[in-house]
Nanobody
């Protein structure tokens, strides 16, 4: 079965750190751009971070300097390391894999909740 499974979400206080994981099953991520999106209640789903098949990364301005996206192709896993978390980072975080040669070949995870609150 082809799927992406996120893990690592939770509740934490402002200033804390959290690492999200996204593990693929049924396919290898080597040929896939890996992305993290997030969606807050009542808001659109926004792109947070991207890592290309070559390891090139890009970030939304709101998370630059605080979040780091990583990939481990051997483990079929992408990560989102989140530091200095703020209440406005509260959202459901989704993992997305997109084939770099065929954008129609893409998969979404089910999402994991991150809540930042004092």
């Amino acid at each position: 079965q082809v799927q992406l499974v996120e893990s690592g979400g939770g509740l934490l206080q402002p200033g804390g750190s959290l690492r999200l994981s996204c593990t693929a099953s049924g396919f290898k991520i080597n040929s896939y751009e890996m992305n993290w999106y997030r969606q807050a209640p009542g808001q659109e789903r926004d792109l947070v971070a991207t890592i290309s098949v070559f390891g090139v990364t890009n970030y939304a301005d709101s998370v630059k300097g605080r979040f780091t996206i990583l990939r481990d192709n051997a483990k079929r896993t992408a990560y989102l390391q989140m530091n200095a978390l703020k209440p406005e980072d509260t959202a459901v975080y989704f993992c997305h894999a997109k084939n770099w040669k065929d954008a129609g070949d893409n998969y979404w995870g089910q999402g994991t909740q991150v809540t930042v609150s004092s």
